[in-house]
């Protein structure tokens, strides 16, 4: 069925007299009406306003797309209405709308009809075709174009219809993961989805995100795949890949350089990964971070969920003290128990377990941790933790490669005996004589951060707050936030608040800018601005990497100015959190929260203005 078959001179208005949404609605409706599709115009007025209720069907691009399906409908029809001056009609670009398509679907249309009516929105992106719709002076012209056109649509299907049946696509299958799992996995994961499909490549992307494994691939999956691709900073289950061409590259590349990865998958002119080899492939391919990163960035992702709920339920126990005489309640003892004696205490122990995991699989995590829980009872903190935890996994690599005379067929006693057994004595004995110096190092610095006067108190925010900002979740951004875990768990909470002001700024600084300065901003990055409002708030760094990416030269600079000073506030104002995450929702759990917001306000008011200054004026 041709969409002229549905849409008739008879149904269409050159010259819209309306001027509000409400009166265009009602005269394309009319119209409708005159030409008899309609049984009771007025409740089919009030299914299109239910529709527009739920979200708006201006578009964007001067278009929109009222619709609704409902009994009043006769017959399946489209109705056409024109305003050259423009109508605002809640468009979701923010401009006024000069063209629209009024669809009336009956209760009985059936896929036909349906399908018909769909692929009207289809042509409407097309630029060429709008600007048509716009000069043409008869309703003879508007469907000559829109039969032009719709016969343009159905060739093309068919011919990629045909391509696709004598051509198989290449099939690729990815992975991508960060630390905390909550922005650049996803990010990465639609950044590879839309370049495939502007390339012309299938592909499946599994997320290894802060909610666990998504679109988990399939055996069948893996053995169609023509290439893997793994844009990761955490550990990925790789043995599963054994005998595909594997890409593997930082999380930051499916953002930045998803063309670049397709591209190299499709070339063929990829190594073969083998099972056998280390968990993420050997070779560092496309600037791939060092294993030291991505190993403790595993240990740092697994940890964050017992710092944070730990830490929560700790600053909780201090909201049922006994208002006399400060004494805690049962209650507050339960809260400081289950928070800090267990969930928090095993902060260290699985922050060493996860990062041997990450170097040696399985069989290091048992003397990962129990290095770490021998780091966590000798007090040697965070710096025992990490090293226990090295020590661990490259311990068992080392032992793996001793035992490797075992014959295959008693692989199972290797795994399940040997290295656990002597992974754990050659950690545990190393760490009995390394816990003692780590613990006076531990306290050493404590002592110092707890010594360090007014100003450098500041200085030290300002460095830790600009280094949240300069790579937005990178290995610069995540060096800062772990220093911040080791000292929340040495008991110094004030250098984690101003990690967090510095790092809630970036996003929303460049929301203030399109906010404030939307002149100097596309609309494409004014309506993302809404976006940071939400990810700044939120502790989303990551929120600021598109706008840094497109104009690193005035962007990056900015975001570190107002995260530095919003760092050295907080340390200035005595901020200090135990909750080292969660952004605006921990606000209650913060020391004097009022002037950690002024703090947070000030760096990301210091960004904004320095891009309005920066940024050049948006010519239409």
């Not at 061409?245 to 350089?257: D, E, Q, S, T, Y």
């Not at 000798?378 to 661990?392: E, K, P, Q, T, Y």
């Not at 754990?424 to 760490?431: E, P, V």
């Not at 990055?525 to 409002?533: H, I, L, M, S, V």
Request: hydrophobic share 45%.
């Amino acid at each position: 069925m041709k969409i002229t078959e549905l849409l008739t001179k008879e149904t269409m208005i050159l010259d819209l007299v309306s001027s509000t949404k409400k009166e265009v609605i009602d005269e394309l409706a009319t119209k409708l009406d005159k030409a008899g599709k309609l049984q009771n115009k007025q409740s089919f007025i009030e299914e299109i306003h239910k529709r527009e209720e739920q979200s708006s069907t201006g578009i964007g691009e001067g278009v929109a797309i009222p619709h609704a399906k409902s009994k009043s409908v006769k017959e399946p029809t489209i109705v056409f209405g024109r305003s050259k001056t423009g109508v605002d009609y809640d468009a979701l670009d923010g401009e006024k709308s000069h063209l629209f398509f009024m669809i009336a679907a009956s209760d009985g249309a059936n896929d036909l009809h349906l399908q018909t009516l769909s692929r009207l929105s289809t042509l409407l992106m097309d630029e060429d075709f709008r600007k048509i719709l716009m000069e043409a002076r008869s309703e003879e012209e508007i469907l000559k174009a829109v039969d032009q056109k719709e016969k343009e649509k159905i060739d093309a299907t068919k011919e990629e219809q045909a391509t696709d049946s004598t051509e198989e696509r290449p099939f690729f299958v990815a992975v991508t993961g960060c630390p905390t799992g909550i922005a650049h996995t996803y990010m990465a994961a639609d950044g590879l989805k839309a370049k495939a499909k502007e390339l012309g490549y299938d592909i499946k992307v599994e997320t290894n995100g802060s909610d666990g494994v998504r679109n988990r691939l399939t055996k069948a999956d893996i053995q169609r795949a023509d290439a893997v691709i793994i844009a990761a900073d955490t550990d990925v289950e790789t043995a599963r890949f054994s005998g595909k061409k594997l890409i593997n590259a930082p999380v930051v590349a499916g953002i930045r350089k998803p063309a670049e990865l397709l591209e190299k998958a499709a070339s063929g002119n990829v190594s073969v990964f083998q099972s056998g080899e280390a968990s993420s492939g050997s070779d560092e391919e496309e600037g791939k971070r060092p294993g030291f990163y991505k190993h403790l960035m595993n240990g740092v992702s697994n940890m964050l969920p017992f710092v944070v709920g730990g830490g929560i339920l700790i600053a909780l126990s201090f909201f049922f003290e006994n208002p006399v005489d400060g004494e805690p309640s049962a209650f507050a003892d339960i809260l400081s128990a289950i928070g800090g004696a267990n969930a928090f205490f095993l902060m260290v122990p699985v922050l060493a377990g996860f990062i041997a995991m990450s170097i040696a699989d399985r069989p290091g995590f048992a003397a990962g941790m129990v290095g770490g829980l021998m780091a966590a009872n000798g007090d040697a903190g965070f710096l025992g933790g990490i090293i226990a935890g090295f020590l661990a996994g490259y311990l068992v690599l080392g032992l793996r490669r001793v035992f490797s005379f075992v014959p295959q067929s008693l692989d199972g006693i290797r795994t399940i005996l040997l290295l656990p057994v002597f992974g754990i004595f050659l950690t545990g004995l190393a760490m009995h004589f390394l816990v003692t110096p780590l613990s006076a190092i531990q306290g050493g610095l404590v002592d110092w951060l707890s010594g360090l006067g007014t100003g450098n108190i500041v200085l030290l925010g300002i460095l830790l707050g600009g280094m949240m900002a300069v790579d937005m979740g990178g290995p610069i951004n995540k060096a800062a936030f772990t220093f911040g875990i080791a000292m929340i768990e040495a008991g110094n909470f004030a250098p984690h608040a101003a990690i967090m002001a510095g790092g809630m700024v970036p996003p929303l600084g460049i929301a203030f800018a399109t906010t404030f300065f939307k002149s100097k901003f596309t609309r494409q990055e004014r309506d993302a601005g809404k976006t940071n409002y939400v990810l700044g708030a939120s502790f989303i760094t990551e929120g600021a990497i598109p706008f840094a990416a497109s104009d690193p030269g005035r962007v990056i600079p900015s975001i570190i100015a107002g995260s530095a000073v919003a760092g050295g506030l907080a340390m200035a104002f005595g901020n200090a959190t135990e909750a080292p995450h969660g952004g605006i929702f921990v606000l209650p759990f913060v020391d004097n929260w009022f002037m950690y917001v002024v703090a947070i306000l000030a760096g990301a008011a210091v960004t904004a203005i320095m891009l309005g200054f920066w940024k050049k004026k948006i010519v239409a």
